[in-house]
């Protein structure tokens, strides 16, 4: 079977995403935020969520300041790629709400760069992962 210089580049971008990823997260139960190669051409930031949990999560982007933005939702073990919204200059968190028991939690901050493409993946469970943090109820939302 003959291959083009299009699929064997297409094949390259895949195995170094593969890569960054499993090196970045550290094993798939540990959950992580990654940034993704390559610019986006927009003024925003584009996110791809990958949930590994057992229940269907809600997705929020939190900015330093308190500033939200809803994302969607994200089916149990299911991956939602090219999510989008505004870039601020301001550290961002990923705030998630598991529908099953309304659990909320929160990831670490991170610096993003306006047109970045960031991945976001949710461990099976969230309140072992070292990168999110249980909101307990009456926290503000």
């Given at each position: 079977?003959?291959?083009?210089?299009?699929?064997?580049?297409?094949?390259?971008?895949?195995?170094?995403v593969?890569?960054?990823?499993?090196?970045?997260?550290?094993?798939?139960?540990?959950?992580?935020?990654?940034?993704?190669?390559?610019?986006?051409?927009?003024?925003?930031?584009?996110?791809?969520?990958?949930?590994?949990?057992?229940?269907?999560?809600?997705?929020?982007?939190?900015?330093?300041?308190?500033?939200?933005?809803?994302?969607?939702?994200?089916?149990?073990?299911?991956?939602?790629e090219?999510?989008?919204?505004?870039?601020?200059?301001?550290?961002?968190?990923?705030?998630?709400?598991?529908?099953?028991?309304?659990?909320?939690?929160?990831?670490?901050?991170?610096?993003?760069?306006?047109?970045?493409?960031?991945?976001?993946?949710?461990?099976?469970?969230?309140?072992?992962?070292?990168?999110?943090?249980?909101?307990?109820?009456?926290?503000a939302?």
């Amino acid at each position: 079977m003959r291959t083009t210089s299009r699929h064997r580049a297409l094949g390259t971008w895949a195995l170094g995403v593969l890569a960054i990823s499993g090196l970045a997260c550290g094993g798939a139960g540990s959950g992580s935020i990654v940034r993704q190669p390559g610019p986006v051409d927009f003024d925003g930031v584009m996110l791809d969520v990958i949930n590994d949990n057992y229940y269907d999560a809600r997705i929020y982007a939190v900015y330093g300041g308190g500033e939200r933005h809803a994302l969607g939702s994200v089916s149990a073990n299911q991956t939602v790629e090219g999510l989008t919204f505004p870039w601020r200059a301001r550290p961002l968190a990923f705030e998630v709400h598991l529908v099953v028991g309304m659990q909320r939690y929160v990831s670490h901050e991170i610096d993003v760069d306006e047109g970045e493409h960031l991945q976001l993946r949710l461990p099976p469970n969230l309140s072992t992962s070292g990168s999110f943090r249980r909101i307990r109820r009456g926290s503000a939302d």
